[in-house]
């Protein structure tokens, strides 16, 4: 129900676009954001919406990622800047919802 795009492989201080697209249900009722887990390392979270509509950010990730969404077309997406080595990770979007959480299949982003 969650389908993610846009990662692969780019050189340090490049400036990807992550995408996630999902049902209408999932986007209208649940609480949505992006998850990264790096090889080695705990599954974290890079940035989400909170309940109220705000916006967290890791540290890490802070001033570099900025998350955004689209509601006319479901489309959630995460433009990462200035990217480091040390983001190199398995991006998820992820989605809490009333019913459950659910999980995209991960898309792989390697920074070099």
């Known amino acids: 129900q969650l389908v993610e795009s846009g990662g692969g492989s780019v050189h340090a201080g490049g400036s990807p676009k992550l995408s996630c697209t999902t049902s209408v249900y999932i986007f209208s009722s649940c609480r949505m954001g992006w998850y990264r887990q790096a090889p080695g390392k705990e599954r974290e979270l890079a940035s989400g919406?909170?309940?109220?509509?705000?916006?967290t950010y890791a540290d890490s990730v802070e001033g570099r990622f900025i998350l955004s969404r689209d509601n006319a077309k479901l489309m959630l997406y995460l433009q990462m800047n200035s990217l480091k080595t040390e983001d190199t990770a398995v991006y998820y979007c992820?989605?809490?919802?009333?019913?459950?959480?659910?999980w995209g299949q991960g898309t792989q982003v390697t920074v070099s």
């Open positions: 992820a989605a809490g919802c009333p019913i459950g959480d659910f």
């Open positions: 919406f909170s309940s109220d509509g705000t916006t």
